[in-house]
């Protein structure tokens, strides 16, 4: 698991732990706030949970963070996700968790932010990735605002609620501020 520590303006990112795997099976629990989050729509066990820790744990390209009010210590949410080490320029981030009692307050926007300039500047990274589910319009618009563009939809890849969903698979050019130019160079990139 990739172990770096981010901070910035009282936020931390950093390697979830053990001890942060019960209030994260409380998330991962609660599929009604957070199925679009953990593409889940069921509750897990917490020995589901355990091993999805693990896995992240066993791969040196895997990244499972906890992200903390670090004032107070509250911890908000989780992120995962993976560096594609074979094409040594993207990372994906699969899942990103903010607590329903801190959403719409900036943190969502702040962690992608923060992990943004991390991948940029740390991994040399020039996109990231993330797929988002068709019907969750609150999370397409989230990362539309993030600077974020539609490169692919794939069809039928999530069961929620017992009918298939298609995926939107969403890219940033880390590379690129926010502007016209990026948008034109991701579209001839990836279609």
């Not at 629990?29 to 949970?49: N, Q």
């Not at 963070?65 to 996700?81: P, S």
């Not at 298939?164 to 279609?191: G, S, Y």
């Amino acid at each position: 698991m990739i172990k770096h520590r981010l901070e910035r303006d009282g936020l931390l990112i950093a390697p979830v732990t053990q001890e942060d795997l019960p209030q994260i099976w409380l998330w991962y629990s609660d599929v009604e706030r957070y199925k679009h989050a953990t593409g889940l729509d069921r509750p897990i066990t917490f020995e589901e949970m355990r091993d999805k820790y693990i896995e992240a744990c066993c791969s040196r390209w895997e990244f499972f963070f906890k992200v903390v009010e670090k004032q107070h210590g509250i911890m908000l949410g989780v992120v995962k996700g993976r560096v594609h080490y074979l094409l040594k320029d993207e990372a994906w981030i699969s899942s990103i968790l903010i607590d329903e009692a801190y959403q719409g307050a900036g943190v969502g926007h702040a962690v992608v932010s923060m992990l943004e300039e991390y991948f940029r500047s740390v991994w040399l990274m020039r996109w990231l990735y993330t797929g988002v589910v068709a019907s969750n319009i609150a999370g397409l618009e989230f990362w539309r605002s993030m600077g974020y563009a539609e490169v692919r939809k794939t069809r039928y890849q999530i069961m929620l609620d017992d009918k298939p969903e298609d995926i939107i698979i969403m890219a940033k050019n880390l590379e690129c501020d926010k502007n016209l130019e990026c948008e034109r160079l991701l579209t001839l990139c990836l279609c």
